[in-house]
């Protein structure tokens, strides 16, 4: 409806903003539709369905947080660039809670393909290569460090943290050191097959 103005993009970023205010899980087709006071019928001619409006959100969330990413990596190695990356989720998923959801979202390979989510991975490695780590040690220290910043994130903002001291801007700031030591020290960890059993 030219009347509305509605895009695809248009929709997209409605869609952004309803996730940050109501939840992520809770965005469709029908609620974006009310935003813009027209019919849902009309939505479909830009947006297939309310699963395709989820993947562009969480296709736009990707890109915003990659751009904040590198804006933040620039000119930055080893803690620093650590510390820079895991505070943009953080800050990120603070600011935009629905969206931050949404870029776990589970896209198709194709989407995925196509998602900023490989200028992520490639961000992780670059830092990585800091710590001068090779294969396949680089992988696990990207699952370790996606694991550590999603999860905390994740328990954060559930309130998990927030019923205790000390305050848990503190723990973040203890769990980075000892995230930039352990990759600093990766190559004293045993191979697995050296491991007691």
Same mark, same amino acid.
């Given at each position: 409806m030219v009347r509305a103005g509605l895009t695809p993009e248009r929709l997209t970023h409605a869609g952004a903003e309803l996730a940050d205010e109501v939840g992520f899980e809770e965005v469709t087709v029908s609620e974006v539709a009310r935003r813009f006071d027209v019919k849902v019928a009309s939505l479909y001619s830009h947006v297939r369905n309310s699963r395709d409006l989820k993947a562009r959100i969480a296709l736009l969330s990707l890109e915003e947080l990659a751009d904040r990413a590198a804006d933040a990596l620039a000119g930055r190695a080893g803690k620093d660039a650590l510390i820079a990356l895991a505070d943009v989720y953080r800050d990120y998923a603070r600011e935009h809670p629905g969206r931050y959801a949404a870029a776990q979202f589970r896209l198709t390979p &194709? @989407?995925?393909? &196509?998602?900023?989510?490989?200028?992520?991975? $490639?961000?992780?490695? &670059? =830092?990585l290569?800091?710590? !001068?780590?090779? @294969?396949? !040690? $680089?992988?696990? &220290?990207?699952? =370790?460090?996606?694991?550590?910043f999603h999860g905390y994130v994740d328990l954060e903002l559930a309130g998990g943290f927030s019923h205790s001291a000390p305050d848990s801007q503190e723990s973040w700031s203890r769990i980075l050191d000892a995230l930039d030591t352990l990759l600093r020290n990766w190559s004293a960890v045993p191979p697995e097959g050296a491991r007691e059993k």
């Open positions: &194709a @989407e995925a393909a &196509a998602s900023a989510g490989i200028r992520h991975s $490639q961000m992780t490695r &670059a =830092l290569r800091g710590y !001068d780590l090779p @294969e396949p !040690d $680089q992988t696990h &220290a990207v699952r =370790l460090l996606g694991s550590v």
